[in-house]
């Protein structure tokens, strides 16, 4: 079993099995992203106290924990390829930080976008939102 596991180590087998399961991956995104927009942007009721502008943390929450999420994960990939040497783990790493750049950013404009109704500004020099900033610098 654990040869087997070793293998999808090495370029040649991981690249053959993900290049079979990307299409199927690609579908299955698409349509929960679809769907998962029009339940959240269309159907969800809006807030007793902010409105419609309430809708916006649906995008935001998600864009933001994935850009953390995105963040660690290439540290840890970092950390397998620096300790084990495994190629994968860097080719990972490097796929992984546009798209963890891209989510951060979503995040800081969707944030900015839910902050002019609800505090009346676009930007505060907030921890969160500097560490934020920070992390797309970074990226």
Known sequence: MWTF????????????ICGRLQPMFWMAALLLLAVGSF???????????MGDSYRIIYVHVPAAILAQSVF????????V??????????MAASVMAPF?????????FSGSLWGVPT???WWTWDARLTSMLIQFFLY
């Open 72 to 79: 660690v994960a290439m540290a840890l990939a970092s950390v």
């Open 100 to 108: 963890g750049a891209a989510m951060t950013f979503l995040g800081l």
């Open 39 to 49: 339940w959240s942007l269309a159907i969800s009721p809006p807030d007793y106290q």
């Open 81 to 90: 390829f620096l300790v084990w040497k495994i190629k994968v783990a860097d």
């Open 119 to 121: 505090w009346g500004t």
């Open 5 to 16: 596991v070793h293998k999808l180590g090495s370029p040649k087998w991981s690249y053959a």
